[in-house]
């Protein structure tokens, strides 16, 4: 068992930058790859962002909307991955949520079992 606990979101203008932090207890991160996604209201939940399990040899991969202003990064040390967003778009406004899972990354949020509480992310023009 993993608990996951977003923080960071906020309200911001276009053309700002805020990072989230998804803190984890009850296991260690590294036994999971750690994903983002994000849901705005009257949409589905969409893949934002993942990072591998190991520190040492990372693959991110990120969707095509966010490639270039999103950074994902994780710090097995501390138990937390991080979502470094710069230039938010208004069209970035969502609920932020991580979630983890023990297998290779998905796009597919039905395939994660652990997730946090969100963190609402409101981008204004």
């Known amino acids: 068992q993993v608990q996951l606990v977003e923080s960071g979101g906020g309200l911001v203008q276009a053309g700002d930058s805020l990072r989230l932090s998804c803190a984890a207890s009850?296991?260690?991160?590294?036994?999971?790859?750690i994903v983002w996604f994000r849901q705005a209201p009257g949409t589905e939940r969409e893949f934002v962002a993942a990072?591998?399990?190991?520190?040492?040899?990372?693959?991110?991969t990120y969707a095509n909307s966010v490639k270039g202003r999103f950074a994902i990064t994780r710090d097995n040390a501390k138990n937390t991955v991080y979502l470094q967003m710069n230039d938010l778009k208004p069209e970035d406004t969502a609920i932020y949520y991580c979630?983890?899972?023990?297998?290779?990354?998905?796009?597919?949020?039905?395939?994660?079992?652990?997730w946090g509480q969100g963190t609402q992310v409101t981008v204004s023009l």
């Open positions: 009850g296991r260690t991160l590294s036994s999971y790859i």
């Open positions: 979630a983890a899972r023990p297998g290779e990354y998905s796009l597919s949020p039905l395939l994660y079992e652990y």
């Open positions: 990072v591998s399990r190991s520190s040492s040899s990372v693959t991110r």
